[in-house]
Structures are given as structure tokens and as C-alpha cells.
């Protein structure tokens, strides 16, 4: 589980984030919603340990995320950045074996290339793996970079893990992004993982998160069930809509 308590963010002495207490566990689907500016990305570095600049205690496993070695932090959680600049003229299955890097000196090569293999097939990835990742467009790299987090996550431990993705919506189409969140719900149903995602599509969320972590310029709006934190106040104060016909198209009672 990541755990954390009255976190802050203060930056050039500008409050990002204020307050924030919540759970992210196993077998779970987690959305961090909010408009633009409301603290989703930094909230998402500090549950990865990219950003050690906050007040508060955040805890992995019940182990506070500063004691975690770099290492120790690849092998409990994977962090699927918004934008991801790399472009050397590397194969894709080069590319996802980084996601490997961990565990050079406890699996041989042969078996890291196998679990790559399987990664690129979760996501129908496998036919590009000699291609180079400069020739691919921007939905075929967001992929072949999400196998590269999946492999990450692979090992033989019974430790929690946890996927953080900030957007990986953002460069697929419609079809892409449905499987996409198919893939995860089956993730988190066969294998011991949690999944913090940023998302901004109201109806995507109510449809394949457990829960939603809702922000407002910095403070916690609601967390909970999506029918219940989607409500049309919340999507009235937090996202500054109020056309009824809108509202009404995204009321949960009326999505699915």
C-alpha cells in the first residue's frame, strides 16, 4: 500500500499542494482527477519518489519512501511519465529491456528477454520489436513504453506493487485508450499491483476506476467511489462547467 499523511508541496513560495492524506492499494484502480494547475503531476512525484521536496510522510509497503534506495524504489512501483524524450535509434525490444535494469544481476538475459516478449504481447506491441522507436508514432511509443514500466514490475516477490501513469491517454485514440484500461483492470485482477492513473476523461473513469482522488488548486475536493465523488457540484466547482446539457451527459447515473 502507499500511504500518505498531510502532504504538502511548496514551491518558490507558491502552495502546490496542501493537505493531502490518502491510500493506494493492491488490486486497485485509482484516478487522480482535476483541472489544469490542481497538482495532479506533482501529487503523482511524490507517490513515485521523484520529488523529495514535500512536507508530510509518504510510505510504501509501511516503509517511508526516503529510506528506499533508487533500486528498491524500481522494483515496488513503475512511473509512466506524461512526456518521455528519447530519441536515440533504439530497437523497441532494447527500449523495454531497460525496464529490466533492476533485476541485471538476479535473472539471467535470456529469461529479462522473455518477460520483455510477454510485455510488448500484453500490449500488442510484439511485431515491432526490432523496428526502431524513432519510426513510431506517438500512440505506438506510449505503448512500447508502458511494457517497459510492465516490465519493471515483474518479478517473484509477494511486495505490492504499483503502476503510476500520468496521462497515458493522451496520444491514443479511442480504441487504444478502451484496451488500455482493459489491460490494467486485468493487471490488477492477476497480479499483485495497484494503479494510480491522471486522467481527465470523466466517463473513462467512471467506467474502469475503483476510486477517484479529486483535486482542486491544490486541496482534496473528494476521494472515493466514482459515483459519489462524480457528483455535479464537484464537477461544477472543480472544472468551472455549468451548462446543464453538459452536466447531464456526465452525471454517473446517466453514463453507462
Known sequence: MIKIDDVGVTKNGYSILRSISAEFKSGEVVAIMGSNGAGKSTLLKVLAGV????????????????YYSPEELARVRGVLSQQIALEFPMKVIEVVLLGRFPYRNVISREGNLKIVRDCLDQVGMSSFSDRSITTLSGGEKQRVHLARVLAQLRDNSDECKFLLLDEPLASLDIGQQYKLLKQLRLLVKRRNVGVVIIVHDLNLARLFCDKILLLHKGDMVAQGPPEEVLSIDNIQNCFDVHDMEFLHFNDPSSIL
Request: glycine share 12%; aromatic share 6%; no cysteine.
Open 51 to 66: 520529488s523529495r521536496n514535500f512536507s508530510g510522510a509518504t510510505q510504501i509497503n509501511g516503509r517511508s519512501i526516503r
